[in-house]
């Protein structure tokens, strides 16, 4: 028999079947559960994205209305949840942090916990956990959710203190909804495996967590907004990235393993910039930005490298004042309902993952005693 072939990061390897999100790489195009992306950021809330992902279709207003009671009745972390938040040291990432408390959030719950009570906790509490981190790292007290914002506004004012404006709510709760699922993705993976070991579903999200961190995934958000400051001005954009592509440097936020077009939700974000500017003006980082894409369209965009999701985001949110190590936690408090429908899907279905391998190494090895090594 012949030996199964080897591709690199599982290239077009399928690992599962999937109802939940469909990608044309080449037409631009995102739907969940066959809805256009644009669509939902549009028209749509959080929670009725989320609902949509998790169950496979809209809501009825009734469920609609259960669900976001459930929510806010699930946000409230209890105290002994804070006191591991002020434990972990308040240098380290959010994202480190939020991984610890997720794992550790399981052990507050029954091992045989239904799962829609598990998905309602982790949907509510990965967002309080984030702003919960961000104030006790800064020495001040948790705030408790509001039951009269809707998701995202919560999120703000946890963080904050202060409750968004109405068009702030809007443009966070679009950021939410643009990052809630992506198909095969590697923390999407992770999830899966770790879900068909019949793991419970806090290791699984906090294995997601870990996944999305890395700066070639989620973290690249926040990498994008440290490049654009070591590029400084915009009229240094085309010099610099000619430099990155001669020495072969990663140019955060560009390029995408399906894309090979700019990808649809970084055009929603840059909409979505362009709208929190006409409040706040335009940041240098922005113009910045913008050069480089121009630049990167000649250089790079032959080769089917362009903008992705992280391109635009950290500009948006440091825009709304978001600290920006706060920009990948921020995707997981959105992932977390692509992670949570996956698990889903997988626990349907499940058979554990358990790959194969192209061994390279030597075999039939005698042992060779330790004073007789060389
Ligand atoms: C996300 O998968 C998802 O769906 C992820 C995501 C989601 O919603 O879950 O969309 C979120 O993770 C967005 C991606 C964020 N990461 C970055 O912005 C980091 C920079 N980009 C990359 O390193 C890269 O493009 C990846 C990781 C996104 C994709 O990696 P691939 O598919 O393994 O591609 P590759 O690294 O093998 O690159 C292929 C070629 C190489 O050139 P050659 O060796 O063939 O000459 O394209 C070049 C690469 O050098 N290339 C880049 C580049 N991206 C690809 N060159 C410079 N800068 C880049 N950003």
Not at 15 to 24: H, M
Not at 90 to 110: K, N, R, T, V, W
Not at 159 to 175: F, H, I, M, Q, Y
Not at 244 to 259: C, D, N
């Amino acid at each position: 028999m012949s030996e199964p072939e080897f591709r690199p990061g599982l290239a077009d390897v399928p690992v599962a079947e999937s109802a939940i999100s469909f990608i044309d790489g080449k037409r631009a195009r995102l739907e969940y559960r066959g809805i256009a992306v644009e669509a939902l950021a549009r028209e749509s809330t959080f929670e009725e994205t989320s609902w949509l992902l998790l169950k496979g279709a809209l809501p009825t207003q009734r469920e609609l209305a259960l669900f976001d009671r459930d929510l806010k009745q699930n946000r409230s972390l209890k105290y002994r949840q804070i006191d591991i938040l002020k434990c972990l040291p308040p240098s380290g990432h959010p994202m480190e942090a939020l991984q610890a408390s997720l794992a550790a959030l399981g052990m507050f719950f029954p091992a045989k916990e239904d799962a829609w009570e598990s998905i309602l906790h982790l949907v509510a509490k990965t967002t309080t956990l984030v702003a919960a981190f961000h104030r006790v790292r800064h020495g001040e007290e948790a705030l408790a959710p509001r039951e009269d914002l809707g998701h995202a506004a919560n999120f703000f004012y946890m963080l904050t203190g202060k409750e968004p404006s109405a068009p702030v709510a809007r443009v966070l709760d679009a950021c939410l909804i643009l990052h809630a699922e992506h198909t095969m993705n590697a923390s999407t993976f992770a999830a899966r495996v770790v879900g068909s070991t019949q793991a419970n579903p806090y290791s699984v999200i906090s294995a997601a967590v870990g996944a999305l961190s890395g700066p070639l995934h989620g973290g690249a958000n926040e990498e994008v907004l440290e490049m654009l400051d070591e590029i400084g001005d915009h009229s240094k954009a085309k010099a610099w990235l000619e430099d990155a592509i001669a020495t072969k440097k990663k140019i955060m936020g560009f390029g995408h393993r399906v894309y090979k077009v700019k990808d649809p939700r970084a055009t929603v974000l840059q909409e979505l910039a362009e709208h929190v500017f006409t409040e706040t003006g335009r940041p240098a980082a922005y113009e910045t930005a913008l050069s480089l894409e121009a630049a990167a369209n000649t250089l790079l965009g032959p080769k089917g490298i362009y903008p992705n999701v992280d391109f635009f985001s950290g500009i948006v949110y440091s825009s709304l004042g978001i600290p920006r190590d706060l920009f990948t936690p921020m995707f997981a408090m959105s992932r977390v309902v692509g992670w949570l429908s996956h698990w889903t899907e997988q626990m349907r279905h499940n058979r554990i993952f358990r790959p194969e391998q192209v061994f390279t190494g030597q075999r039939d090895q005698p042992f060779i005693p330790l004073e007789q090594r060389p």
